[in-house]
């Protein structure tokens, strides 16, 4: 038996010793109660958070908490469900969720929790934590509209301009080519990619087809647009939950270009998809349905979205005071950058007075109207000149171009009036020709291939 030296056994108790943690790591769990249909109750986490992450430990699947009730709390799932059951473990996170972002993730399809699905392998650079939910800049760290977005539309760009910094939503009824106008806008920011002034461009696909997201992404590519370009994508067949977090996973990574001081344009194709699976979301959790069995707080989730959207204050010192600035950037944060925002709505009938579509038209700085009619009879962009506005975007517009379209949205809008009535009577006085003469050579003028 071999001898044990006395000095030994004390340099390894001390060695021990010095190991020694007095505080034991806690990890506040919880169990599952109930689990499906994307919602699970889990009993026991009583100190969670509204928003907080938590991670499901035997499949790893996360989920928000969205419900607080007494008893137990109700979680959507960020995943599949499939696998859990009653009486697993849930632990908390003690973060909000978050995802990560960086310049390594342009050119690049990702899901709502920020993970690539373009098997083009890992995302590579530097990445920096961003909250998926958070306070929209305050008046004091934004300045008025003054710089123009070119859309390449030459019906947009001279009667409705849009500026940098605005939310513009573009409406109209199912193929009428709303998704076209923002596919076009971001493929217009070539330009300035290729001048070395790149507007950042974020897509949103949002309860979209896999197939339609393919050839978007496709159509991006072949067009050198992807470079500058993040599509997050959350398909009709993932979960209602990274359905309705999508377009805050894009406000996300738009606001980590706008807050480093560079310009980023967000489009959400569509949010009425959005409203529709929040709806799902509240009424499985139980929360009390209100018009058209939508939850009451429908119009805060896209004001808070839209919210985020703006331009920032030039100075860099005033900038790096702004509220609730993620730690992860603070040492990046410089002014004058800006987030655009494009929503899409789809509209049923053409009914612009249905709930949804009228929340977001107050919500937003303008409206961009598609009609069926117009673009069944081939006029494309099939915008109705009449009820489409854009309310901050004239003072970013270039005095070149104002010059040119000062009088082109009113003189449309005589045109189509005097048109409907043209169909009536044969004799027409030479004042009248001429404003349909003219208004149909602008109608001739105005229509734009796709991309």
Excluded: W
């Amino acid at each position: 038996m071999a001898e044990i030296k006395p000095a030994e056994v004390s340099a390894i108790l001390r060695q021990q010793l010095a190991g020694f943690q007095l505080e034991s790591e806690l990890e506040e769990v919880g169990t599952i109660l109930q689990v499906g249909d994307g919602i699970a109750r889990v009993y026991g986490l009583t100190n969670a958070q509204s928003g907080e992450l938590v991670e499901f430990v035997k499949t790893g699947v996360k989920g928000i908490v969205l419900n607080l009730e007494e008893d137990n709390v109700g979680i959507v799932l960020l995943g599949d469900s499939h696998e859990l059951k009653e009486g697993d473990t849930v632990k908390r996170t003690n973060k909000i969720a978050s995802i990560n972002v960086g310049e390594g993730r342009l050119g690049r399809v990702i899901n709502t929790i920020g993970e690539p699905i373009d098997g083009k392998g890992p995302i590579t650079g530097e990445t920096y934590e961003m909250p998926l939910e958070r306070k929209a800049p305050g008046v004091i760290y934004r300045r008025p509209v003054n710089e123009p977005l070119q859309t390449g539309i030459k019906a947009i760009d001279a009667m409705i301009p849009i500026g940098r910094g605005q939310r513009e939503l573009i409406i109209g009824d199912r193929q009428t080519g709303k998704s076209a106008i923002a596919i076009d806008t971001i493929i217009n920011q070539k330009e300035f990619y290729d001048k070395g002034e790149p507007v950042y461009c974020i897509y949103v696909a949002c309860g979209q087809k896999g197939s339609t997201i393919a050839n978007i992404v496709k159509t991006l590519e072949d067009k050198g647009a992807l470079s500058y370009t993040v599509v997050v994508a959350a398909t009709a067949s993932d979960p209602a939950a990274m359905q309705f977090y999508a377009p805050f996973t894009g406000a996300a990574i738009g606001e980590f270009f706008r807050d480093t001081g560079r310009p980023a344009l967000v489009v959400y194709d569509d949010l009425s998809k959005q409203a529709v699976a929040y709806r799902e979301v509240s009424l499985l959790l139980r929360r009390p349905p209100g018009r058209e069995a939508y939850p009451g707080d429908v119009f805060y989730l896209h004001s808070r979205l839209l919210e985020r959207a703006a331009k920032i204050i030039q100075s860099d010192e005033i900038a790096r005071k702004m509220n609730n600035l993620p730690e992860s950037i603070k040492h990046m944060v410089k002014g004058g950058g800006s987030l655009t925002a494009l929503p899409i709505i789809e509209t049923q009938a053409g009914d612009v007075s249905a709930y949804i579509p009228t929340n977001v038209i107050s919500i937003t700085d303008g409206q961009i109207f598609l009609e069926t009619n117009l673009f069944n009879s081939g006029i494309r962009p099939a915008i109705n000149v009449g009820i489409s506005v854009s309310r901050v975007g004239g003072n970013a517009q270039i005095k070149s171009m104002k010059k040119v379209a000062g009088t082109l949205k009113i003189d449309q809008a005589q045109f189509r009036e005097l048109e409907a009535f043209a169909k009536f009577g044969s004799d027409l006085d030479a004042a009248t020709k001429a404003v349909l003469d003219k208004g149909s050579r602008n109608v001739e003028i105005l229509k734009q291939p796709q991309y």
